[in-house]
């Protein structure tokens, strides 16, 4: 219960390990205390070629009053400064 030690929540990982994402962010909301994103399969970008819906994933974070940064973890398969863009524009809800 300290509100010094909280988890990384690394979507990545959770969507290769268990799925359902949403549920487990809202589930876990007041222990995270960092998030790590990234494409899957491959970590490649998190555009519509990827798995996840980060979209809707990002809008779940926000609804649990996150306030904090989201790392984006991936290797880029273009232009990684336009890579880095769309995701940028991907995540900003």
Known sequence: GSERMKI????????IMQGDLITRIKQFKDYIGHYHVAGVPGRNEID?????????VMRAIAETGYQGYVAQEFIPTRDP??????AVK????
Do not use: G
């Open 8 to 15: 990384l929540f690394d979507v990545y990982h959770v969507q």
């Open 81 to 86: 400064l336009e890579s880095l863009r769309q």
């Open 90 to 93: 991907i995540c900003d809800v």
């Open 48 to 56: 519509d070629t990827q798995e996840i819906n980060y979209p809707a």
